[in-house]
């Protein structure tokens, strides 16, 4: 098969390493198949054929952003828990309206929310996937994700979603229990992800083990060595979402790190309520934190851990968590984590010549920090040549981002998603021209409309009160622990 190029002209490429994080002007970048081959001006041609360009005057190139946290099912409730606490997500969004998606649910939630992060600039993510009500429903998650081409790691998630009592169209069962769900682990793995390697796969399989508040310590352990025995490439776990007084307690990590379990295919969610031994166990282990800013400032998980983490040598990165609460404006991220510990460092007491996080640091942390938390930085979250041509495209001539006097300013305070013209994955154009490509917008409009109004149709007549007692003592429990 003969070798295809794609030529990115005369563009402001960010490499984020070659240049210690400078901007370079006027560069190329030649991607040979799958890879980036050559960065650098006036790159001439390949000789063979099949070579198209791209036009990148005007236009800033960084590395794909990456999401190491999401839930990609909840894209059918875009907005829901915009205004709910912790409290009101656990017990409406997981135990009910989980409860009631069918696997073509999570099939259209999953594609569609992969094609929008794509449209966000966001080429890989890590699918927390706690949905899964039957083999089906992981399944259907699955194929969403290769739908859309995006990469990343499909965590399988140990969660059993309680059956609805009544005629409520739950997916649920009590039968497909622990047992069920590892065997069906398995048959996933071995069905859909039989080489789980990055280097190969654009998609790999992880797990995503049940939230520690809600189980004793040894269950934990027990999911972790479930894991490993399935060869999950990654492990991932909410960890440290739930404070006691207000102050960091020991939880997950300081459980694990005691049994000598830790390790750098462990990626933790949140982190926020973290101890300091916590964060120096991830640090020493090589395993990563994900934050979310937007849910965690939100929903009382504390402030995000990420810097301090990062400051402290852990491989820290960004997430979205959930398009049931915000969208998936990558930017918007990089900007609400930035400023929230911005204000933090500030000493009012002194003068302050400088701000000491810059624009270009979560710039990182929103890409070679996401590669790194996801074992992936010899593959992606750089542009250097030899990694995977994971690239995105923001067009800055228009009224909201000119002129560019520092292009790294315009990517963080400046670009929004209308901006990203361009978005490649494994050599792959998925976005050109503003527009995604290969997507039958019209009838995925129509069938994601249609499913979340019949899942909120489903969830109004589910006796939430029951819910709430339910999950109110679990909380009650986990904050008194
Ligand atoms: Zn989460």
Redesign the pocket.
Known sequence: MSNSYILIKGGTVIPLVVSGGKPLHNCDILIENDRIKDIGQDLSLPTENNVSTINAKNCIITPGFVDG???MWQHLLRGITANWSLFGYACHLRSVYGSLYTPDDVYVATYAAALSLLNNGVTTVLD?C?VINSPAHADAAVKGLKDAGIRGTFCYGLYQNPKEPGDFASTATDTFDQAARVDDALRVREEHFLNNDANSSLLTFGIALNDPPTQSREKTIGELDIARKLKARLTTV?AS?ISHDGAPNPEVVQDLADAQLMGPDLVF??GGWMTDGELAAVQSSGAGIVG?PD?ELQMGMGYPVVWKAADMGCRACL?L??TSNQGNDFMAQMRLALQTQRARDCDHRTVHKDVRRKAVDVLRMATLGGAEVMDMDSLIGSIVPGKKADLVMFRCDDIDTVPVVDPTATVVFHASPKNIDTVIVDGKVLKQDGRLVGVDWESLHDEIICKSQRLRDQAGKVDMEKAESLFYSIFEKAMQK
């Open positions: 946290h999401h839930h927390h706690h909410h979402v969610s949140h979310t849910t997430g968590d959930i």
